[in-house]
């Protein structure tokens, strides 16, 4: 049994890795408090390379003068997961889920965070799946959206999704991504030939995310708090 619940979305735009951080932490304590529903942050990250709790140092393969050169900054971060890379034309999605009463199982969201991506995947005829190397979304082509995520107290969300619109994948080069060696990242742009806008990803991603977790669709988009 599952309730049917209201999603809000907020879309800030392209925003600062550590101002992404600080956003999430005031939605999450608005959440636990029961002032706001269920929030999808859609958003873009300047270059940034993260570390999550389970990151070896090793998979960062630029020192730090190469990254400033590089213009990427660094962020160690309380999601799970090995390093990542976010940057422009990454759309990262950040549920704030309270997932009270009936999905208090992790496994089971991580599961339907990698649904949304493959259902998305197919609304643009791109065949993807999950693979056994880790969580996230493949293609045939390589790694199309990674998966990293925080359940805080009173089973509160963060974090969440990264899918590859327009990234530019040579950034990738300057990691190993999500641990996981010798394996290529794609992104819709590769596998379609051409970019859809990032609003229209968006808008998939959103249905996606409704047909899934069993939301009402949202009557509007936000673009701020």
């Known amino acids: 049994m599952t309730d049917t619940r209201d999603l809000s979305v907020l879309s800030p735009g392209r925003v600062h890795y550590a101002e992404g951080l600080k956003l999430q932490a005031d939605l999450v304590k608005k959440r636990r408090a029961g002032d706001i529903d269920d929030t999808l942050v859609m958003l873009e990250h300047p270059h940034v390379i993260t570390l999550g709790s389970s990151s070896d140092n090793a998979h960062v393969l630029v020192d730090d003068e190469e990254r400033a050169r590089k213009g990427i900054d660094l962020h160690k971060v309380g999601r799970g997961g090995d390093v990542t890379y976010h940057g422009p034309g990454q759309l ?92 290529a990242v794609t992104s819709l742009e590769r596998e379609l030939g051409f970019t859809p806008p990032l609003s229209e990803v968006s808008d998939t991603i959103v249905r996606n995310f409704c047909r899934v977790f069993g939301h009402r669709s949202p009557t509007g988009d936000s673009t701020t708090p």
């Not at 009936?102 to 609304?123: P, W």
């Not at 969580?135 to 990674?146: E, S």
């Not at 998966?147 to 190993?176: C, K, M, P, Q």
Request: hydrophobic share 40%.
């Open 92 to 183: 990262v999605v950040y549920p704030i889920l309270d997932l009270k009463p009936h999905r208090r199982d992790l496994h089971r969201y991580m599961r339907d965070l990698e649904t949304v991506l493959i259902g998305t995947a197919a609304d643009y005829g791109i065949e993807a799946e999950r693979d056994e190397a880790g969580t996230g979304v493949w293609t045939k082509a390589g790694k199309l959206a990674a998966i990293g995520i925080r359940v805080s107290s009173g089973w509160i969300t963060s974090h969440g999704i990264a899918l590859n619109v327009d990234t530019e994948l040579r950034y990738f080069d300057t990691i190993v991504p999500c641990g996981i060696p010798n394996r």
